[in-house]
């Protein structure tokens, strides 16, 4: 199947500081990426949909300025925490679509924020 | 809207034994609905996927759920948990626009020897 690969799979910072993160679809190309958050023993949330080429679509209450996204290629999108706080501090997963169906997702990336 | 809910949010089997995770959705549409599984510091995996076709639904790892338009109910079973099943289990369903996904709360799966 699909590979979706995240870099890093886990980060510390220190609180004002920003964090970038890479999802890449290593054998496909992805116009459409997906990034969700996940909290300890929750459940995954939409956050935003990532556009090639175009701005991202978020989600209600998701904070653009916060987190930021860019896809500037058809194999890469990134999410970059602006000025992390510890409140940041989760799982953030991306996902790609190789077909209308089926969503592959990449392994995750635990950040967390001291 | 689109929302899904799982009813257990944990479930504890013994090994051998049946394994039924139970999701209900509401969908003012006919959906697409999915089950993935997420191991510990592993990427979520599809077990299986229905999109209009048959009712019945065959996944990986003998996995297999049963559309009930009727009951508006998605529920993944398996005949014989094996230990390697442990695992959170998660109901989806793609809410309009392209491949938007809506994650139930989640299932934790407990398979004891």
């Known amino acids: 199947g699909a590979v979706v690969s995240q870099h890093p799979s886990w980060v510390i910072c220190k609180s004002g500081t920003s964090v970038k993160i890479e999802c890449r679809s290593l054998?496909?190309?992805?116009?459409?990426m997906f990034w969700y958050r996940q909290f300890p023993k929750q459940s995954l949330m939409l956050m935003a949909t990532?556009?090639?080429?175009?701005?991202?679509?978020?989600e209600q209450g998701v904070e653009k300025d916060k987190f930021l996204i860019n896809h500037a290629s058809l194999t890469l999108s990134t999410l970059t925490v602006t000025s992390a706080h510890p409140e940041d501090s989760s799982f953030y997963i991306c996902?790609?679509?190789?077909?209308?169906?089926?969503?592959?997702f990449g392994p995750g990336t635990r950040l967390t924020v001291l | 809207a689109q929302s899904v809910t799982q009813l257990d949010s944990h479930v504890s089997v013994s090994e051998g034994t049946p394994v039924l995770l139970r999701c209900n959705y509401s969908s003012s549409y006919s959906p697409s609905l999915f089950w993935y599984v997420q191991h510990p510091n592993k990427g979520l995996q599809l077990l299986l996927k229905?999109?209009?076709?048959?009712?019945l639904v065959k996944g990986i790892n003998g996995f297999e759920a049963e559309f009930k338009k009727s009951e508006t109910s998605f529920h993944l079973t398996k005949p014989s948990a094996h230990m390697s099943d442990a695992a959170e289990y998660f109901c989806v369903v793609s809410s309009g626009g392209y491949n938007k996904l809506i994650f139930g709360a989640g299932t934790r799966l407990a398979v004891h020897p």
């Open positions: 229905y999109t209009s076709a048959a009712t």
């Open positions: 990532s556009n090639e080429g175009s701005k991202a679509t978020y």
């Open positions: 054998d496909f190309q992805a116009t459409t």
């Open positions: 996902s790609a679509p190789t077909s209308f169906d089926e969503q592959f």
